[in-house]
């Protein structure tokens, strides 16, 4: 029986091709070894494009050492890849392009600017998301700030809170900046008059649509420092979504963010929530509340955009314990759990990948072998002339998940489903197959199908902002006309939520030798990827590829 074998797709953070994640890698090629899944380390300079063939590295669990090898191409792609202004990402779109037909478990996600825009047009995420505008000029700010005392502007494609500036009104009718630059060092705090303001804000390139103003929530403790919360939630072995945990983030002394990396500090969600809503119970519920969202926000941007595995939510949670949306993040870090003390969800979080891998290899090879008569070909060894193995292509069903195994108590319902409450564990299936469907008959255990849509529902408007400049940077290949909808006003509505939710190396010293070309490449590299257009007239191609100078992540 052939092994099925993963790649994590990456970047090197420089020439001397060091690896950011590298033990985080070496922890899931421990866990996978364990589980029968073969796993390597490769980026986009690691790979033949004549010969389909790819330079990867290896980990040895024994000697414990990493190694480079010539391979063929994984069954299945896990994309780790962020955004980085480099030549190295620019390899990433012609990977990307050339072999986005392949099996990926997640696919990227459009920018901040486009994810709020897909969310706003669903009523049921409405009220949970701070009013967003894209920055077109000195004008929208000024807009902004009449309306709320609060505001900040983001990078649309920003990570690691670079490049964000908080600007608060102060009663002397004067403005308060704070914030960090782009490699993340904290700014001083000025206050400025509002046209000192303009004038500070002219050196900060904002204008081209590369940023978003947002409503500012209030989330100082009190002792001056900010805080939030990390929700992540990813895909288990049944191919269902569920939040994995979430942890609290508490800022560094005179930083607007909580990231780790800019000095913030970890701790315990339910600790940080009751203290700061005063009430335990109220916390509990609140916690329920914001992981069924982070379940729902996950199902639906996979139903509108592509194949995803895992999201981390950034959430404000405001004294009422009112859930707000700040960002969604596709490549979510799990070092929050480990510094929080909770290391079973910080393990977990690890696992969980692998195990939807598992799922996804062992559904495609079930297809395989009905239709070819129970004669399933798996992936060649190393010395085939293709990189792509015959479970490699057409990955199109992966973006659909199982239902609920038999006996099971959670709940799995579609992505079109409205916010719903109620006792027991629930986790979120997109477009379960009728065989799975069908095996799922136990008791407590409800599954809903779902088909996708290529736009959301009509007739629902949200708090989308007037601004809909066709050079909305980080939405590619727009064809369709954007219209506005009516602004909704910042009042929430509290949701009920009772129950829960289940929850840098150096090549090797040999020296390298390319691979011998050959004739073609298999057909299967060839297979076409359906097309999918988002709610908000996103195209057909891959995002961040093309018509885009600030990719998508």
Not at 326 to 343: I, M
Not at 452 to 478: D, N
Not at 508 to 517: E, H, L, Y
Request: aromatic residues 6%; contains cysteine.
């Amino acid at each position: 029986m052939t092994q099925p074998v993963l790649g994590i797709l990456t970047l090197y953070l420089d020439d001397k091709e060091t690896l950011e994640e590298r033990s985080i890698y070496r922890h899931m090629i421990t866990a996978a070894k364990k589980m029968g899944l073969e796993v390597f380390v490769f980026t986009p300079a690691d790979v033949d494009f004549e010969t389909n063939r790819i330079h990867a590295q290896f980990y040895n669990t024994s000697s414990k050492s990493w190694t480079h090898k010539w391979t063929s191409f994984p069954h299945m792609i896990y994309d780790r890849c962020r955004i980085q202004h480099s030549h190295r990402f620019e390899q990433l779109r012609k990977f990307r392009s050339r072999y986005g037909h392949l099996t990926f478990l997640n696919k990227p996600l459009r920018n901040k600017w486009t994810v709020y825009k897909t969310l706003s047009s669903q009523s049921r995420f409405q009220n949970k998301q701070p009013f967003t505008m894209l920055y077109t000029g000195h004008k929208d700010l000024s807009e902004m700030l009449s309306r709320y005392p609060l505001v900040f502007l983001k990078p649309i494609n920003g990570t690691g809170g670079r490049g964000i500036l908080r600007i608060e009104l102060q009663k002397d009718d004067t403005y308060l900046i704070q914030g960090r630059d782009q490699t993340r060092r904290i700014i001083q705090p000025q206050q400025v008059g509002a046209t000192a303001l303009k004038k500070k804000l002219s050196s900060w390139n904002l204008e081209g649509g590369k940023y978003i103003v947002q409503q500012g929530i209030m989330i100082k403790l009190p002792n001056g420092r900010v805080h939030d919360y990390r929700l992540l939630v990813q895909k288990n072995s049944r191919g269902e979504w569920e939040a994995t945990g979430c942890a609290g983030r508490i800022g560094a002394p005179k930083s607007i963010t909580s990231n780790l990396h800019g000095g913030g500090k970890a701790m315990g969600m339910d600790e940080l929530l009751g203290s700061w809503v005063g009430d335990e119970a109220r916390a509990r519920a609140v916690r329920r509340e914001a992981e069924q969202f982070g379940v729902e926000v996950a199902a639906y941007l996979e139903q509108q955009y592509d194949r995803l595995c895992e999201l981390a939510l950034d959430l404000a949670i405001d004294r009422k314990g009112g859930i707000w949306l700040l960002e969604v993040n596709p490549k979510p870090a799990r070092e929050v759990f480990r510094e929080s003390g909770d290391e079973a969800t910080y393990e977990r979080a690890i696992v969980k990948p692998l195990e939807y891998a598992m799922y996804v290899y062992s559904r495609r090879k079930r297809k395989k072998s009905k239709s070819t008569g129970g004669k399933s070909q798996g992936r060649k060894p190393e010395s085939s002339s293709s990189g792509a193995s015959s479970l490699v292509a057409g990955s199109s069903e992966e973006s659909s998940s199982g239902a609920s195994s038999a006996g099971s108590s959670s709940k799995s319902i579609s992505s079109k489903e409205s916010s719903s409450s109620g006792a027991g564990s629930k986790s979120t299936s997109l477009k379960d197959t009728s065989a799975f469907a069908a095996a799922s008959t136990g008791v407590g255990s409800s599954v809903v199908d779902t088909k996708r849509e290529s736009s959301p529902r009509a007739g629902s408007t949200g708090p989308v902002s007037r601004r809909t400049s066709s050079k909305e940077a980080g939405s590619t290949g727009e064809s369709s006309k954007r219209t506005s909808s009516t602004r909704a006003g910042s009042k929430r509505s509290a949701s009920s939520g009772a129950g829960s939710i289940k929850s840098g190396s150096t090549r090797a010293d040999s020296k390298r030798t390319g691979p011998k070309k050959v004739s073609s490449p298999r057909a299967s590299l060839s297979e076409a990827s359906p097309t999918r257009t988002g709610s908000t007239g996103t195209g057909s191609t891959e995002a961040g590829l093309t018509g885009n100078s600030t990719p998508d992540t």
